[in-house]
């Protein structure tokens, strides 16, 4: 089996090849963006799991960017969790966006102008999460761009309470990769995939984190994500 590396390294260098890869380049190092992201985004509105959706967490990468307008659209609460998860999560409340201004409004460039970071003890409950992904397998066995950001955002929510959230990686069809992904008990899994060519429920057999793992949090880790002793804060006391 290969590393999760070498497939993301294939990934990358293919969507260069095939020329499915957009703007901003390099893809390499990030969550790509690709042709048809606003096709594979127009067959995740119509999940019954979207409609009914009040708060949505997306990623903050550029593929992403047409899934965070169309939930401020919806009139919809769209939570993006802030870069290298230092300040925890971006709420933007559709009420402050101006009609015309949704796009504006979930560009990293402008997020903060629309919506402010909101304490942990604030996150409301999270009703669908995506995922930012360099390659998906059917089984919803997902590899990331390698700092492991998605994984903990699911395990901070679950960890503070939050109920399971089903998982949706939107992806040009190169990156879905039929080769076994290694996996690790903290990986996340999606439970839908989108293409430009369709929607796929991928019934992964794989359990997801139902928190975070501590053991695998190192000092390090704790002094660059504050968000994560102040997790620490929040549920020890509860759980000794």
């Known amino acids: 089996m290969r590393s999760k590396q070498e497939i993301r390294e294939e990934i ?16 390499k190092g990030r969550i ?13 509105f119509q999940m019954e799991e979207y409609i009914h959706a009040k708060v ?12 965070r307008a169309q939930v401020l ?8 969790p802030t870069p290298r998860l230092k300040d925890g999560f971006i709420k933007v409340d559709p009420a402050n966006v101006p009609p015309g201004e949704e796009k504006k409004a979930a560009s990293l460039k402008n997020i903060h102008q629309y919506g402010k970071v909101i304490p942990l003890t604030e996150l409301p409950k999270i009703d669908l999460f995506f995922a930012g992904s360099v390659a998906l397998h ?13 994984d903990r955002e699911y395990a901070i929510l679950r960890e503070l309470g939050n109920p399971p959230i089903p998982i949706v990686g939107t992806i040009n069809s190169v ?10 008990e903290y990986d996340l899994t999606c439970d839908w995939i989108a293409t ?5 429920k991928t019934d992964s057999p794989y359990p997801k984190p139902e928190g975070i793992i501590w053991s695998e949090v190192s000092e390090k880790e704790m002094e660059e994500m504050p968000v994560l002793k102040e997790i620490w804060n929040l549920t020890k006391g509860s759980k000794s």
């Open 196 to 200: 430009e060519e369709g929607l796929l």
């Open 138 to 150: 059917s089984d919803g066995r997902r590899i990331g761009k390698g700092e492991g950001y998605a």
């Open 73 to 80: 659209k919806d009139g919809k609460t769209l939570l993006v």
């Open 175 to 184: 990156q879905l990769v039929d080769e076994e992904i290694p996996i690790d």
């Open 56 to 67: 949505v967490k997306v990623n903050p990468d550029s593929p992403q960017l047409p899934i």
């Open 12 to 27: 990358w260098e293919k969507m260069m090849t095939e020329k499915v890869g957009r703007f901003p380049f390099p893809l």
């Open 32 to 44: 790509p963006n690709f042709k048809g992201a606003e096709k594979a985004a127009q067959f995740v």
